[in-house]
């Protein structure tokens, strides 16, 4: 029987908000309003975006380098006010997770490692400010945010079946396998997206006009580049963006194989609706992704391509659980 103690509705409620905050964190990055305020945690100076034409005034006197774009503005304050809530939300789970450690049904670790997280992704949300959007911290951000989403899902499930330990098998091994290899794939996407590599290739299957176009590894893995100090747009050269690009592809290709494994033996084994579930989200994203390419990033498919992605890697943490519990069963 599930016990609905408060702190079980408040991850569900957390899982939901942090799903907001991936959300907005995309669209965001797709709007090109990573830097639509020059200071951190401030905006100009102010804690919300400078409007009338004095607060205006006094922000581009005091940034003359980067005068107000209340349409970039926005969208990061907003991001960064959904962020801080979820940041109370969580130091909310981890001290009910102090105040009822001495019960067998509340896990303690995987708050306190959720905590220590969040504290990490505000000073990466700081960083990718004060580094000008370097690709490694919004990289960074990016997996930070996936993870904590994940993390969240887990802690929810854990508090929804009593904490119950989990036991090895084949097929809940092979599913860790496979939420391993998106994950990765995860990162791949968080690499094409903070160097602006989403669009080099317009054409598919081929990239450029082929199957394996000149490729640069050493360049498409530059972490910064001396003298650079704003990475708006990019800074890296077409052979290297390119072959980030195509590695995506490549990774697209390798973990849609295996979530299809994963989804037969799934079926094999009876669980057919999680199979049928991995399925059609995993469809979903690759037509979203095989549509950011055609149709060149528009916004709103590019912001369900990352949706759709953290989507994936929730179903696969629910299957990782859900198949241990089954075993415990």
Same mark, same amino acid.
């Given at each position: 029987?599930?016990?609905?103690?408060?702190?079980?509705?408040?991850?569900?409620?957390?899982?939901?908000?942090?799903?907001?905050?991936?959300?907005?964190?995309?669209?965001?990055?797709?709007?090109?309003?990573?830097?639509?305020?020059?200071?951190?945690?401030?905006?100009?100076?102010?804690?919300?975006?400078?409007?009338?034409?004095?607060?205006?005034?006094?922000?581009?006197?005091?940034?003359?380098?980067?005068?107000?774009?209340?349409?970039?503005?926005?969208?990061?304050?907003?991001?960064?006010?959904?962020?801080?809530?979820?940041?109370?939300?969580?130091?909310?789970?981890?001290?009910?997770?102090?105040?009822?450690?001495?019960?067998?049904?509340?896990?303690?670790?995987?708050?306190?490692?959720?905590?220590?997280?969040?504290?990490?992704?505000? $000073?990466?949300?700081?960083?990718?400010?004060? +580094?000008?959007? *370097?690709?490694? !911290?919004?990289?960074?951000?990016? /997996? %930070? &945010?996936?993870?904590?989403?994940?993390?969240?899902?887990?802690?929810?499930?854990?508090?929804?079946?009593?904490?119950?330990?989990?036991? $090895?098998?084949?097929?809940?091994?092979?599913? +860790?396998?496979? *939420?391993?290899? !998106?994950?990765?794939?995860?990162? /791949? %996407? &968080?690499?094409?997206?903070?160097?602006?590599?989403?669009?080099?290739?317009?054409?598919?299957?081929?990239?450029?006009?082929?199957?394996?176009?000149?490729?640069?590894?050493?360049?498409?893995?530059?972490?910064?580049?001396?003298?650079?100090?704003?990475?708006?747009? %990019?800074?890296?050269?077409?052979?290297?963006?390119?072959?980030?690009?195509?590695?995506?592809?490549?990774?697209?290709?390798?973990?849609?194989?295996?979530?299809?494994?994963?989804?037969?033996?799934?079926?094999?084994?009876?669980?057919?609706?999680?199979?049928?579930?991995?399925?059609?989200?995993?469809?979903?994203?690759?037509?979203?992704?095989?549509?950011?390419?055609?149709?060149?990033?528009?916004?709103?498919?590019?912001?369900?391509?990352?949706?759709?992605?953290?989507?994936?890697?929730?179903?696969?943490?629910?299957?990782?659980?859900?198949?241990?519990?089954?075993?415990?069963?």
């Amino acid at each position: 029987m599930v016990k609905h103690t408060f702190s079980y509705r408040l991850a569900l409620f957390a899982v939901g908000f942090a799903a907001v905050v991936v959300l907005l964190g995309a669209y965001t990055r797709l709007v090109d309003a990573g830097l639509g305020c020059p200071d951190w945690p401030t905006c100009y100076g102010f804690f919300d975006v400078p409007q009338t034409q004095e607060e205006i005034a006094i922000a581009e006197a005091a940034f003359p380098h980067a005068p107000v774009e209340t349409h970039k503005a926005w969208p990061e304050m907003i991001h960064r006010y959904f962020a801080g809530t979820l940041g109370l939300l969580i130091l909310a789970l981890a001290m009910l997770a102090i105040k009822n450690r001495s019960r067998h049904d509340q896990p303690v670790l995987l708050p306190m490692l959720l905590l220590g997280l969040v504290v990490f992704q505000a $000073a990466l949300g700081m960083w990718t400010v004060t +580094l000008g959007l *370097l690709p490694v !911290v919004v990289m960074g951000h990016l /997996l %930070g &945010g996936f993870t904590t989403l994940a993390l969240l899902l887990l802690l929810f499930l854990k508090l929804r079946d009593n904490n119950t330990p989990a036991s $090895a098998s084949s097929l809940r091994n092979f599913a +860790l396998l496979t *939420l391993a290899i !998106v994950f990765a794939q995860i990162t /791949l %996407g &968080g690499w094409t997206s903070a160097n602006y590599a989403a669009i080099i290739c317009t054409d598919f299957p081929t990239c450029q006009g082929n199957w394996i176009p000149p490729l640069d590894f050493a360049g498409a893995f530059t972490i910064a580049t001396d003298g650079v100090n704003n990475y708006l747009g %990019g800074h890296l050269d077409n052979a290297a963006r390119v072959t980030i690009h195509w590695l995506h592809r490549l990774g697209a290709l390798i973990a849609t194989l295996f979530v299809i494994m994963l989804h037969v033996r799934l079926m094999k084994a009876g669980h057919k609706k999680l199979a049928a579930w991995l399925m059609l989200v995993l469809i979903a994203q690759v037509s979203l992704g095989v549509s950011n390419v055609l149709f060149s990033l528009p916004l709103p498919v590019a912001v369900a391509h990352n949706g759709v992605a953290a989507l994936l890697l929730l179903s696969l943490v629910y299957t990782f659980h859900t198949l241990g519990q089954r075993s415990e069963r």
